[in-house]
């Protein structure tokens, strides 16, 4: 599956953003979706992830202020990112699985170019 991830951009601490992640091909609905992000000088950490099933799990510097959601009818997987702080600045990426509801990086196997989020203070 090839993913594209669009919708970061720069915003002030507190406000909100939505990011998109385009997926191609017939099988999006199989795949468990997530979101990670790299901030500079900082490995890829685990943000957000929906199975096919809809159950969802978040990292811990995100639960309560983050939603993830997909619309197999569109291909798509939303980051919802609201409360939005200085630390949320990072590259945001999406990933794709055909295993189970993963944190890790490395079990997702096909990704998208990433979509920059600054926030500033």
């Known amino acids: 599956v090839q993913l594209q991830a669009f919708g970061g951009g720069l915003v002030q601490a507190g406000d909100s953003l939505r990011l998109s992640c385009a997926a191609s091909?017939?099988?999006?609905?199989?795949?468990?979706m997530g979101w990670f992000r790299q901030a500079p000088g900082k490995e890829r950490e685990f943000v957000a992830a929906?199975?096919?099933?809809?159950?969802?799990c978040y990292g811990d510097s995100v639960k309560g202020r983050f939603t993830i959601s997909r619309d197999n009818a569109k291909n798509t997987v939303y980051l919802q990112m609201n409360s939005l702080k200085p630390e949320d600045t990072a590259v945001y990426y999406c990933?794709?699985?055909?295993?189970?509801?993963?944190?890790?990086?490395?079990?997702?196997?096909?990704w998208g170019q990433g979509t920059l989020v600054t926030v500033s203070s």
């Open positions: 990933g794709a699985t055909a295993g189970p509801l993963v944190k890790v990086t490395t079990a997702y196997d096909s």
């Open positions: 091909g017939r099988t999006f609905s199989r795949y468990t």
């Open positions: 929906i199975s096919w099933s809809g159950s969802r």
